[in-house]
T-cell receptor, first 115, second 111 residues
Framework: GAGVSQTPSNKVTEKGKYVELRCDPI?????LYWYRQSLGQGPEFLIY????????DSGLPNDRFFAVRPEGSVSTLKIQRTERGDSAVYLC?????????????FGQGTRLTVV | GDSVTQMEGPVTLSEEAFLTINCTYT??????LFWYVQYPGEGLQLLLK?????DKGSNKGFEATYRKETTSFHLEKGSVQVSDSAVYFC??????????FGKGTKLTVNP
């Protein structure tokens, strides 16, 4: 079946603009995660959803970042007033539930470049 | 906070060579430990995991043992193939949520 899908695959935006990044999880997966991967670094946790609610948003760097998952499926990561330091690959993952015996499946990411 | 430190790359080996990629962690409590792999042009995939001390995770000829005494989870493979060329990430976490990743180690295997 289809894996985690992220769109767009690449996004170039000007400093100060607003962007939205979309994630379509695997059908039926209740948990959804966002990570950010800067060049030369490993992925860093941003937020995760259990159903429609954000269960843990402690990784969001500041209030310019916001994510929603209104129907418990598709999620959108929103970044306001983008800065050059926001340039990174944004990864989305989903899992059937949460816990130590659950595997998270990752999408290929959205590469965001702020110029 | 929790952290993961892994061997810096890049690592270049010849086919059939032995591979070790070191990984150590710091954590409160007893996390699960993971190795993820990212093949060129693809998303991160779980390679193997271990959920408690002395557990050994294994998959595709790769192995890693959860060592609580040395807080390590080193990845090994006895004979690498060209198809193993990828970036490998060590990670810790309480489960599938909120993983903490190392910086990644790029492996290139030459024929």
């Amino acid at each position: 079946g289809a894996g985690v899908s992220q769109t767009p695959s690449n996004k170039v935006t000007e400093k100060g603009k607003y962007v939205e990044l979309r994630c379509d999880p695997i059908s039926g997966h209740t948990a959804l995660y966002w990570y950010r991967q800067s060049l030369g670094q490993g992925p860093e946790f941003l937020i995760y959803f259990q159903g429609t609610g954000a269960a843990d948003d402690s990784g969001l760097p500041n209030d310019r970042f916001f994510a929603v998952r209104p129907e418990g499926s598709v999620s959108t990561l929103k970044i306001q007033r983008t800065e050059r330091g926001d340039s990174a690959v944004y990864l989305c993952a989903s899992s059937p539930n949460v816990g130590e015996n659950t595997e998270a499946f990752f999408g290929q990411g959205t590469r965001l470049t702020v110029v | 906070g929790d952290s993961v430190t892994q061997m810096e790359g890049p690592v270049t080996l010849s086919e059939e060579a032995f591979l070790t990629i070191n990984c150590t962690y710091t954590a409160t409590g007893y996390p699960s430990l993971f190795w993820y792999v990212q093949y060129p042009g693809e998303g991160l995939q779980l390679l193997l995991k271990a959920t408690k001390a002395d557990d050994k995770g294994s998959n595709k000829g790769f192995e890693a043992t959860y060592r609580k005494e040395t807080t390590s989870f080193h990845l090994e493979k006895g004979s690498v193939q060209v198809s193993d060329s990828a970036v490998y990430f060590c990670a810790s976490g309480s489960g599938s949520e909120k993983l903490v990743f190392g910086k990644g180690t790029k492996l290139t295997v030459n024929p």
